[in-house]
């Protein structure tokens, strides 16, 4: 056994053929046009194209299908408002047990109306982390339900990984793999997956430099808090947790920051170039790419998700980079 | 030989294989969440995908790639500011010809910038039919090139079958398949394959009640002229030609038409649920489906291009519906 009960490379191919009725195989997209304007060739593996518009779906889905039949029925609990928590009430509803999300009173409706729609229940609370954890602690006390994390969980690592392992079959190895760094579970499924079949390309986070804790910890080794993350990519103002640093210190090959008016400049890029919906945490990968923060003639990004409020696109509300 | 030179099945089959080089096999995506907003199960054929944005790709790259050895050096030449006009100069740019567009004088600076990103050679004209007219016929004269018709060409018709033949491998035959209706190249290229490779399957045409000359046509029996059209679906203002109108009537099961509060509300939808950008005239069959104008359980609709401007997105502006 591994110590810390990591998530291993065996874990990922158990977590594909575990999760492979629930989510989507999604496609490979590419683009001469943008490439050229990237200077890179790009291609895009697309979970903006996933189930419930993310790669939550399979994270969440992972941890939901592997729940022992005795425990299962009591149901599960996160405290997110963001797409794990839409893709965690999906996969529950779909083994036919109830989902208890934890959100702030003031979280968009449309986030609640996308965990409602997937018969998840909402338990609103303040909007502190503290807050949050005392109101998840006492569902898990009463409901005896079990805790999906959004990503420091080996089952939702694993199921992140899959992205990776279904890649190697669609291309050829890139130079690179990038993908956006939030909470750190589909960085370190990635590269635990990489490491094994594609040995010789990198694996690089990007991540906002207005929440920048990733880049922080792992440049200096040590872990870091999020202090007052800033940034237009809600997906990735969490903070790594002990068990993704340790993970990322032993697989990822780096993590770049990039700045708000790239991130709002990639997003756009994507929509014109490829014909896509991305979440703003989707182009961050590609905001590296404008802002040359990669050093590569050929990579693949993964877009990480596609829940944007189609009324306040940034370039139309104009926005002004908040860094 | 069949009258009048139309396209047979046989011409689609040889498409397929001319112009597999030179596009993109685009993706089938669903979304239950949308078929469930639609009251019917959709599959969408995503040409918005496609090179250039457009299916026309398709027809314009076997037109290009068709033209005999001795003339093809003169090059070809069209008006039409539209997406065939971007396509046909990026076919001509593959096959190392030039291409000659002609534009009416104030079409979107956007729509010029991208013939001339494939290097194509653009006039300017009045904006009349009959100015746009005798300019391709000036050019014609003077360099000897061949004339790419948006649609009333044989090959462009057989280049927009393809879509239905990869379709047919790509899922089972659905009750319909839905496609819009501009000049009818699409239409018609759909019911010949499909005619061929699901006969049980019905091929409908969407058009703009504001741009309603195919639905007249096909209903009298008798071709109408398209006359002030007035859509948001600036890829359907044109009007089937005798050649299309002929087609459609032996080979197409219906035509119906929308009216432009759907179309937008149906853009939005495509955006929101399948995460893809499409433009207006890509959303036409999915107002149909919005107005219950198809009675089917399980559909394919064509999304036929994704070139609009971001900044002007119909929901954003609050352009009011124009009819």
């Known amino acids: 056994m591994e110590p810390f009960n990591d998530p291993q490379f065996a874990d990922i191919e158990a977590a594909a053929r575990r999760i492979a009725p629930h989510v989507r195989r999604t496609p490979v997209l590419s683009s001469v046009e943008l490439s050229g304007r990237l200077g890179v060739v790009v291609e895009f593996k697309c979970e903006n194209l996933q189930q419930a518009g993310a790669f939550k779906s399979r994270g969440a889905s992972n941890a939901v299908f592997a729940l022992p039949a005795e425990t299962a029925p009591r149901g599960v609990v996160t405290h997110s408002?963001?797409?794990?928590?839409a893709a965690l009430a999906r996969a529950a509803q779909r083994r036919g047990i109830p989902a208890y999300i934890v959100m702030p009173r003031g979280a968009p409706r449309i986030k609640r109306a996308a965990v409602e729609g997937y018969g998840g229940q909402v338990t609103e609370c303040d909007p502190t982390l503290a807050a949050r954890e005392a109101a998840a602690a006492a569902l898990l006390a009463e409901t005896g339900a079990t805790l999906v994390h959004p990503y420091d969980d080996p089952l939702v690592i694993a199921g992140q990984g899959t992205i990776a392992l279904e890649l190697t079959g669609e291309t050829t190895p890139p130079d690179a793999v990038l993908v956006p760094v939030g909470g750190?579970?589909?960085?370190?499924?990635?590269?635990?997956?990489?490491?094994r079949?594609?040995?010789?390309?990198?694996?690089?986070?990007?991540?906002?430099?207005g929440a920048d804790d990733a880049y922080r910890s792992f440049t200096t080794g040590r872990l870091h808090?999020?202090?007052?993350?800033?940034?237009?990519?809600?997906?990735?103002?969490?903070?790594?947790?002990?068990?993704?640093?340790?993970?990322?210190?032993?697989?990822?090959?780096?993590?770049?920051?990039?700045?708000?008016?790239?991130?709002?400049?990639?997003?756009?890029?994507?929509?014109?170039g490829l014909k896509v919906v991305v979440e703003p945490s989707a182009a961050v990968p590609v905001a590296a790419l404008l802002e040359h923060q990669v050093v590569a003639r050929r990579v693949v990004v993964v877009l990480s998700g596609g829940n944007v409020d189609l009324d306040a696109l940034p370039w139309v509300t104009g926005a002004a980079p908040l860094r």
Not at 184 to 195: D, M, P, Q, R, S
Not at 197 to 207: D, N, Q, S
Not at 246 to 262: F, G, P, Q, S, Y
Request: glycine content about 10%.
């Open 81 to 85: 408002s963001g797409n794990h928590a």
């Open 184 to 195: 750190g579970g589909l960085l370190c499924g990635t590269a635990l997956a990489l490491e």
């Open 197 to 209: 079949l594609w040995p010789g390309t990198r694996v690089i986070g990007a991540e906002p430099a």
């Open 225 to 272: 808090p999020q202090t007052n993350p800033h940034t237009i990519a809600d997906g990735l103002r969490g903070a790594l947790s002990a068990r993704t640093f340790r993970l990322a210190r032993a697989h990822v090959d780096a993590i770049v920051t990039v700045t708000e008016a790239a991130i709002i400049e990639a997003m756009r890029l994507l929509f014109e």
